[in-house]
């Protein structure tokens, strides 16, 4: 390898160093959870997208185990080659169902189910409408196909309804507008009743990410749409989130879109099938999901508790009711030194700063679960404000 070129890389990597955005990854020993070992400490975990704690319940765990035993370990093939057991099409259909669609299509994750879904549905005749705070793997499944791109700023619905007028003005043989249901850096919910209705006024297709909101947002989790009683006609969504957290996306939609993803959608057709582990674990946390509202009251109960502590204490958050409750700091260093001395009181959080959010929009993203106790929660509540007062973020 030519030196100059392993020099450009590591010029921008002391860059990324040197402007304080170097992101680093401690090793977690043991499961996911409430609670987590990291480096040889147990420390208190508020920030995982965790949101029904089943990350390491022991009913994924063993359907998981069992699979593995009368599956096998790995498919080592695509889906139309001989990549497809009778796990991945009674998951299929059980998504479906639980989403009120006619049918569903599994990804290796979701990011490959957003990467894929737009190039094979839409083509230069075409436009996509897209909400400027979309998840990154839209915005690259947008990139890959040949429609005509619009985005509006994030949930402004004149904006909307002005791109959707000038994708029509331009002669679009079909319009699909697509957001996030749930904007992950925020917490917001996408305004879908408003959106649905402009999707409806210019005879738009709505494709709704519904990653942070399936599994326990709106009546029997069903997500963002459900929540606001509106349909969204396309919805892509993730199992490494509420569905037990390991991995695996799906697209689900009517039987037309889904066919037609199955015999075009590149990631689909071009990498490996969903290991049984995975597939089971997903139909088995479906069944506690549809099993009863516990989890969800749960969750929503600890959302409830954290935000009036973190206002109690004088903490400044950004308003809303999604367990993303994020505390902000404005400034990118305080996000990190605040995160620093959660570590120091055994707090497990994350400081998000530009890039990932806009400069002074610095913040540490707390994420609730249904996994974590009342005492938790109040154990956290203090470290916040100690570690919120030594540096500075509260007086
Ligand atoms: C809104 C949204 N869409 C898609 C993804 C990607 O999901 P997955 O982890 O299944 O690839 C994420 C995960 O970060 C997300 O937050």
């Given amino acids: 390898m030519p030196d100059a070129f392993l020099a450009h ?77 009778d796990l991945h ?49 839209i915005i690259d499944g947008i990139r890959l196909c ?16 002005a791109r959707l007028r000038e994708a029509r003005d331009g002669g679009a043989r079909h319009v699909m507008i697509a957001t996030d249901g749930v904007f992950s850096m925020d917490g ?25 909101a399936t599994g326990f947002m709106g009546p029997k989790g069903a997500g963002a749409p459900a929540h606001f009683g509106v349909r969204a006609d396309i919805l892509t969504g993730t199992l490494g989130k509420a569905l037990g957290g390991a991995l695996g996306g799906y697209i689900a939609g009517p039987q037309p879109v889904v066919d037609l993803l199955r015999q075009r959608a590149r990631p689909y057709l071009f990498s490996n099938a969903l290991p049984p582990a995975i597939t089971a674990a997903g139909l088995a946390a479906l069944d506690i999901v549809e099993a009863g509202d516990d989890l969800r009251t749960r969750l929503f109960d600890n959302t409830a508790h954290w935000r009036q502590g973190l206002e ?51 913040r540490i993203r707390t994420q609730m679960n249904a996994a974590l106790t009342r005492e938790d929660l109040d154990r ?15 007086s």
Avoid at 20 to 49: S, T
Avoid at 331 to 351: F, I, P, S
């Fill in 380 to 394: 956290g509540l203090e470290a916040f404000a100690s570690a919120g007062r030594k540096v500075g973020v509260l």
């Fill in 9 to 85: 890389l590591t010029d921008t990597l002391a860059g990324i160093e040197a402007d304080g955005l170097m992101k680093r990854e401690r090793a977690i020993a043991g499961p996911q959870g409430a609670h987590i070992d990291v480096g040889g400490r147990q420390v208190l975990n508020l920030c995982a997208n965790n949101y029904l704690g089943l990350a390491d319940d022991p009913r994924l765990v063993d359907a998981a185990c069992r699979a593995m035993q009368d599956h096998g370990f790995g498919m080592a093939s695509v889906r139309f080659i001989c990549g497809t057991q």
């Fill in 188 to 212: 917001y919910l996408a305004r879908l009743p408003e959106i649905r209705a402009l999707a409806d006024r210019y005879d738009a297709i709505l494709m709704v990410d519904d990653c942070h």
């Fill in 312 to 362: 109690a204490a004088g903490f400044d958050l950004l308003p809303g009711e999604h367990p993303i409750v994020p505390v902000m700091t404005h400034d990118a260093r305080l996000a990190q030194e605040m995160a620093a001395a959660l570590d120091a009181e055994g707090v497990y959080v994350a400081g998000f700063f530009f890039p990932v959010v806009p400069k002074g929009q610095a």
């Fill in 146 to 161: 040949k429609a005509r791109r619009f985005r509006y700023a994030n949930s402004d619905m004149d904006d909307l309804e």
């Fill in 89 to 137: 099409r009674a998951l299929e259909e059980r998504l479906a169902q639980f989403l009120g669609m006619d049918d569903s299509i599994l990804f290796a994750a979701c990011f490959d189910a957003n990467g894929g879904l737009f190039e094979p549905l839409l083509g230069p005749e075409d436009a996509i409408v897209s909400d400027a705070l979309n998840h990154a793997s």
